[in-house]
Nanobody, 126 residues
Framework: QVQLVESGGGLVQAGGSLRLSCAAT????????MGWFRQAPGKERELVAAISRGGTTYAATPVKGRFTISRDNANNTVYLQMNNLKPEDTAAYYC????????????????????WGQGTQVTVSS
């Protein structure tokens, strides 16, 4: 099983940018589809963006055009570039991994992911 460690969270003003990183160790990273989720206090954990083994990406409607997910298989890392941040983006952000059955399979449901990181906090001030 792969292990995941997120980094890059912090406090930023509205309109600013952050880049989250998720470093994977253990199994072969390129065999895994990846996702970024977030959870605000009192709310359900929701998918923000996902990427297949082959690089096919998905971004949820609230972040489309502002957030970009990417992966670097050589460095076993998945990134979430977040631009034009808004106060409603404030949440704990988690990366997650699932062995990808097909190279272009993207996974959308929280229950589909098998491994989770510990999370990193993003706070956007107005």
């Amino acid at each position: 099983q792969v292990q995941l460690v997120e980094s890059g969270g912090g406090l930023v003003q509205a309109g600013g940018s952050l880049r989250l990183s998720c470093a994977a160790t253990g199994r072969t990273f390129s065999n895994y589809a990846m996702g970024w989720f977030r959870q605000a206090p009192g709310k359900e954990r929701e998918l923000v963006a996902a990427i297949s083994r082959g690089g096919t990406t998905y971004a949820a409607t609230p972040v489309k055009g502002r957030f970009t997910i990417s992966r670097d298989n050589a460095n076993n890392t998945v990134y979430l570039q977040m631009n034009n941040l808004k106060p409603e983006d404030t949440a704990a952000y988690y990366c997650a991994a699932k062995p990808g059955r097909f190279i272009n399979s993207v996974y959308y449901q929280r229950y589909e992911y098998e491994t989770w990181g510990q999370g990193t906090q993003v706070t956007v001030s107005s």
